[in-house]
């Protein structure tokens, strides 16, 4: 996803989030816009003061023509407006709690051919108990309402374009969190996940 071209996809997405909903259901009044207001320049300031960073390119041009979204993808209702926006372990503490588990389990993973396996379990248990994760510490959520399920932004994994690293974790799925190179990257595979699941082409409804 390009900076310039966020509006674009965004009402395309909207319109056809509105189409698969009245396919289902015509009585529906339509859904419109599924943004909001663009996020002025000292809101997306203030954002990045408390983060103590400048934004991602993506997710701050994201911000200048919404401030926030309705319905990204299927199993989140409501990204945050930037006032919202804050650190994961401040929001949903046990959205941090799952990740860092899931963090510590894939390093028990790899470390199984490495270590002995006749480790006493009650020091196994202790260890796992204090396990901190730098991710997830510093991890920022950007969405507020879902279907357990959060997306979230990485400051301490940038890439050479400035990205910062994003994530989709739905405490659900069995597995854990999906990384994407960029916001955009993200919006982009949520809206194909939306695409997958409810769009139907033109001609096709009630198929």
Known sequence: ????????????????????RRAEDPALPPLG????????????????????????????????????WRWAGEFVELLAPAAGVGPLRELTAHAHEELTFWEREDLDA??????????????????????????????????????????????????????????RYSSWSGHGPVRHASFADLMRAEYEGFRALRHRPAGTAGS
């Open 33 to 68: 816009w599924l943004g909001f207001a663009p996020a002025p320049p000292e809101r997306i300031a203030a954002l990045e003061a408390r983060l103590g960073a400048a934004l991602p390119p993506s997710y701050r041009s994201f911000l200048e023509v919404t401030d926030g």
């Open 110 to 167: 790899e470390l199984d051919e490495e270590l002995d396996a006749d480790l006493d379990e009650e020091e196994d248990g202790d260890e796992e108990e204090g396990y901190e994760s730098a991710r997830w510490n510093r991890a920022i959520q950007i969405s507020l309402t879902g279907d357990r399920t959060w997306l979230l932004l990485d400051p301490g994994d940038i890439g050479e374009d400035g990205e910062w690293a994003a994530y």
């Open 1 to 20: 996803m390009k900076i310039h071209e966020w509006e674009a996809f965004l009402r395309t997405w909207s319109a056809e989030r509105d189409a698969a």
